[in-house]
């Protein structure tokens, strides 16, 4: 008997029926994906201009200008005014040619959503009235680009008496940046960015020494607002890529320290390094050992951070918060005689 086979699918219909599978098998797992509440990407809304420049070297710098932010969470609304190297405006206005002190660091410093008179950079220019204070911090900015700031800074302003340092526990993250902090800038980066901001990072080279790396951003690939499947390839390539610096966080942001002291010093100006936020009890003792063995001048002036010291709705303090970071200071600044 002559067996009769069933006919066989053409060349066409076999690229079909693979493409129909994989389809299948992607939507598929979009579906577990999102069941196990891996979404799609998307941004964190806020109505709020765009202020920062894109900064080749430093990422972004605040704009030149006044700008009126509002609260989210509550209808106040903040002004902040900033000069024409992005710096933030102090309340009281000194002459340039008075001995110049230098503020930077990230937003606690900078006093992100406080008017210009409530930061206690500018309670503290209010209280030493012969010298001109520069509030060169900027909201994200860690170690990294406060020292790569302050190489720019130092040659250009006479008569430095004092660089003062606003440190927090998270700038370890930001110094290298890490994928998490990345992703957080991504998410966030309609908060006055005009697109997603990049960071330049510190490592060190093969003599140990510190380098400064060009800035890099979050990894942005097509359909991440509309595939689960596509966030997870993002967030996977960007942990292995950044994994490794975890490990050399410590010991880089400990090196920044020690190059924005030396070059203080070596400009003749005096350095403080102020301790404004840090959770982890254990870190901070090794810090304060570290920066006491190399004759860092630190002053400790964390405080709780709770609905009474902070904006509503935000991890960031309020003008009692700042008068509080400010009073520390000066007492510090007082007992010591740095200016």
Not at 3 to 21: A, D, Y
Not at 47 to 55: C, G, R
Not at 220 to 230: A, F, G, T
Not at 243 to 267: A, C, F, P
């Amino acid at each position: 008997k002559v067996q009769i086979l069933p006919p066989q699918p053409t060349k066409v219909k076999k690229i079909i029926l693979i493409f129909l599978s994989i389809i299948l098998s992607l939507c598929l797992v979009e579906v577990l994906l999102r069941s196990i509440s891996i979404k799609p990407w998307s941004y964190a809304e806020f109505n709020t201009p765009t202020f920062f420049n894109i900064d080749k070297s430093l990422g972004w710098r605040a704009k030149e200008g006044s700008h009126t932010i509002k609260n989210p969470n509550s209808d106040k609304k903040t002004s902040m005014t900033f000069g024409k190297k992005g710096n933030r405006i102090n309340e009281y206005h000194n002459e340039l040619n008075n001995p110049a002190v230098l503020f930077f660091g990230g937003s606690f410093t900078q006093g992100w959503g406080v008017n210009d008179k409530q930061t206690y950079v500018s309670k503290l220019q209010n209280e030493y009235k012969n010298f001109t204070f520069y509030n060169f911090a900027q909201a994200g900015f860690g170690g990294t680009q406060s020292l790569v700031m302050l190489r720019e800074e130092i040659n250009q302003i006479k008569d430095i008496n004092l660089v003062v340092y606003g440190f927090i526990e998270h700038h370890e993250y930001r110094n290298v940046a890490r994928s998490a902090w990345l992703e957080t800038l991504a998410k966030y980066s309609r908060r006055g960015y005009s697109e997603i901001p990049k960071i330049p990072y510190a490592s060190l080279n093969n003599e140990n020494k510190l380098l400064i790396n060009p800035p890099i951003g979050y990894l942005q690939l097509p359909l991440r607002e509309y595939s689960s499947i596509v966030t997870l390839i993002e967030k996977f390539y960007m942990k292995q890529i950044t994994k490794k610096r975890k490990r050399g966080q410590k010991i880089i942001t400990k090196k920044i320290i020690l190059e924005m002291d030396e070059i203080s010093k070596k400009n003749n100006s005096k350095f403080l390094l102020v301790i404004l936020d840090w959770s982890n009890k254990f870190t901070n003792d090794e810090y304060k050992k570290f920066m006491a063995d190399q004759n860092i001048s630190f002053v400790d002036c964390k405080i709780l951070l709770n609905k009474e010291t902070l904006i509503k709705g935000d991890y960031h303090p309020n003008e009692k918060g700042h008068i509080m970071y400010s009073t520390c200071i000066k007492n510090f600044i007082n007992k010591n005689k740095l200016l």
